[in-house]
């Protein structure tokens, strides 16, 4: 998830909308597939010996979007959802992206928020495409 800048001020605004990373290549680990799934208790025995990833790995993937910046005391987790086209398998060399997809306010019962939707997306080095993802984060 891109934008984890801390600031004072929770406003992002919409002219960013559209706005991406730059491209940056993720080597997924035996032992980082291993310590994630005891993380998060999956004992599927493939992912406990680190050769496939638990469905929720990408959200270890934090690539900041340029000019999307939020006070990290200040968010909520709204959402996520993934999209997979195959596993993400131990050696596999990802070409990750983050794009910020929308922005938007809302009153809520504490006051203003601000809702970000961000999008990963994951391709081999081949280009081809491996999983998408959308997070829905919002600042109070």
Known sequence: MGGLERVSNPIVSRDLIGRQSDEVLIEVE??????????????????????VSPPTFPTTIRIPIPGVTYDLARVLHGGQE???QRPIRAGDRLRCRTRLADVYQ??????A??????????????GEPVFTGRSTVIVR
């Open 82 to 84: 993934y999209r997979f």
């Open 106 to 111: 809302r009153e809520g019962r504490l006051g």
């Open 30 to 51: 035996r032992g980082a597939i291993r310590k994630f799934a005891e993380a998060v208790g999956d004992t599927t025995e493939a992912c406990l010996r680190g050769e």
């Open 113 to 126: 928020m601000t809702i970000l939707i961000i999008e990963l997306e994951g391709n081999g080095e081949n």
